[in-house]
């Protein structure tokens, strides 16, 4: 395939229906999730994706029973602290993105490490959307030119999408390419909703723990045969 997207986001859903479907508590959906994550980062980086976009933890998730939001945190904290000597030896950059609200300072300090050991490298960029909303994103984006424009940095008229954009989170990666669902839901449920305006997206009915590589491989198969004419005949 000759036309591999440089930037892939995934919304990796369906964790907690893979352990109830087999009788097994949530917890081990989302830890078979986190190590089917480490696998297809290390793939999509040998298909040439230069850019790997997934859902970790919305800002709705703290609405869900405190039991599974401390295991969700203790999952993400994990996955940084056990899986960051293979993730940097790998040549793989990471990066996390979201909002800081009521996330502890040791986990902000987790996040830190993270990035800095890893910044220097050369690989695909896992991006890791954490406390993530993308409404709340694009408003703090305002807020933030709002107060660019009280303080005269910006003027009001030189504001557009180009503008707009280096407001965001993803500020400085590739434009979104194409996004994957797994799990059958066909929304995008709070995720990266400008940023999407002429992405491809693919939605498959596979929880996220049994998406495998050649499931990964189709996706990107379906991708290249895509015209993206982004507006035009």
Known sequence: MDKIPAHVAIIMDGNGRWAKKRGLPRIFGHREGIKNLENLVKFADKKGVKVLTVFAFSTENWSRPKKEVDMLLKAFDNFIKMKLRGIASAGIRMRVMG????????????????????????????????????????????????????????????????????????????????????????????????????????????????FNEKDFDAALADYAFRQRRFGRV
Do not use: M
Request: with cysteine; charged share 25%; hydrophobic share 40%.
């Open 99 to 210: 909002s800081l609200k009521n996330v502890t300072a040791f986990l902000l300090k987790r996040i830190k490490e993270a990035e800095e050991n890893t910044a220097s490298n050369k690989g695909i960029v896992l991006n890791v959307a954490f406390n993530y909303g993308s409404r709340s994103e694009i408003v703090e984006a305002a807020k933030s030119i709002a107060r660019d424009c009280l303080s005269k940095k910006i003027h009001p008229e030189k504001i557009n999408e180009e503008l707009f954009s280096a407001y965001l989170y993803t500020k400085g990666l590739p434009e979104l390419d194409f996004l994957i669902r797994t799990s059958g839901e066909l929304r995008l449920s709070n995720f990266l909703l400008w940023q999407v305006s002429y992405a491809e997206l693919y939605f498959t009915e596979k929880f996220w723990p049994d």
